[in-house]
């Protein structure tokens, strides 16, 4: 079975500073996707950015960006110029092709000012 | 309006009492799924179905049942509500080609006394 894990709970980083939360996973899939989520303190549901197993480069979203490194099964997301507007919860999740996703257990993301 | 609806958006109920969470989305996906979140625990999928006939049970399906009235349409219903069934309750959308974007609900949260 496919496992997410999230080794951070909670974070606390200065405004404008750079952080990076980490997430690694299991599976015995060579073609999957690999997600950042933030829920903000309205609850509401965001992507922040998607990468696809199959592709090299990582992911870039303006000041969001991704270490992907398969072989070690690992899936951290740098946040960069960190704004208060960030303080969240963060979560990894992971998806097989044309099958369920899969969410870790979240960090908290506070961000002061 | 929002693309994907969900009612009601805040419930408090009593141990013994059957609840349905209604959720209805308008972006025309065939995939729909339901996710509880517990504080620390992160979202964990309890339903989901890829079609009007196809509904699968997720990690945590145990005292709940689904219904998928149309491609629009899914239902969480929970038959005899008890304590430890409070949380946080979204449902989610995505397209048949699975990219793998979930499209979140704005969650309804369940108290159960």
């Known amino acids: 079975a496919q496992t997410v894990t999230q080794s951070q709970p909670e974070m606390s980083v200065q405004e404008a500073e750079t952080v990076t939360l980490s997430c690694t996973y299991d599976t015995s899939e060579s073609n999957y996707y690999l997600f950042w989520y933030k829920q903000p303190p309205s609850r509401q549901m965001i992507l922040v950015i998607r990468?696809?197993?199959?592709?090299?480069q990582n992911a870039t979203e303006n000041r969001f960006s991704v270490n992907f490194q398969k072989a070690a099964k690992s899936f951290s997301l740098k946040i960069s110029d960190s704004q208060l507007g960030d303080t969240a919860m963060y979560f990894c999740a992971f998806m097989v092709l044309d099958d369920k996703i899969i969410f870790g257990k979240g960090t908290r993301l506070h961000i002061l000012p | 309006d929002a693309d994907v609806t969900q009612t009601p958006r805040n419930r408090i109920t009593k141990t013994g009492k059957r609840i349905m969470l209604e959720c209805s989305q308008t972006k025309g996906h065939d995939r729909m799924y339901w996710y509880r979140q517990d504080p620390g625990l992160g979202l964990r999928l309890i339903y989901y179905s890829f079609d009007v006939k196809d509904i699968n049970k997720g990690e945590i399906s145990d005292g709940y049942s689904v219904s998928r009235q149309a491609q629009a349409k899914f239902s969480l219903s929970l038959e005899s509500a008890i304590p430890n069934q409070t949380a946080l309750y979204f449902c989610?959308?995505?397209?048949?080609?699975?990219?793998?974007?979930?499209?979140f609900g704005e969650g309804s949260r369940l108290t159960v006394l």
């Open positions: 990468q696809e197993a199959y592709k090299q």
């Open positions: 989610a959308t995505s397209d048949l080609v699975a990219t793998g974007e979930l499209f």
